[in-house]
């Protein structure tokens, strides 16, 4: 791995990652677009999108932190390690325990700001699953980022949050609405 932190060759190793990036971002922003017509008909779920989205970057975020702070220590082997299960065994158990706040949150403010168009069952059921899934995923995604960087002899601090947070929006975007398709 290169440990040439000077300001040229980040830009190098993180240009081409965030142009990439920028064009999944968009995708994302058409994918909402699509789903506008839904929003609409139950504001508590465009509550939903935002902190929904959020919360998978930050969960990616957090392990990719993890996982590079270990590489960094020598302490991360990729295959079948302790280090990688139990970072991602974490990952997915705060997701289990956020999102449903996430959900009770959610249509409690639609509930204060624009009245309660769906039942806290069906909102928790969305928030709960698209917050399992997205977890799962962006253990995936964190992953694959996170060995890719290490194959190409890039430095994870450089690109894997950028990719893992870009691509866990777009994620986020794609389950929520998969799932409202399936429960609402």
Known sequence: MTTDWTVRAITRATLPVLLALTLVELL????LGRFEATLLQYPTLLVLVPVTIGTAGNLG???????????HLGTLEFGADDTLFGNALA???LALTTFPLIGA??????GVTSGTDLPLSTVLVVAVSSGAALAVLAVVVTFVATYAAYRLELDPDDVVIPVV???????GVVVLF???QVVV
């Not at 947070?165 to 994620?171: A, E, I, R, S």
């Open 178 to 180: 998969a799932v409202v």
């Open 165 to 171: 947070t870009n691509t866990c929006d777009v994620l």
């Open 28 to 31: 994302s922003g058409l994918v």
């Open 105 to 110: 949150g959610g249509w409690a403010l639609a």
């Open 61 to 71: 975020s957090v392990l990719a932190s993890r996982l590079s702070s270990a590489f």
């Open 91 to 93: 990952t997915v158990l």
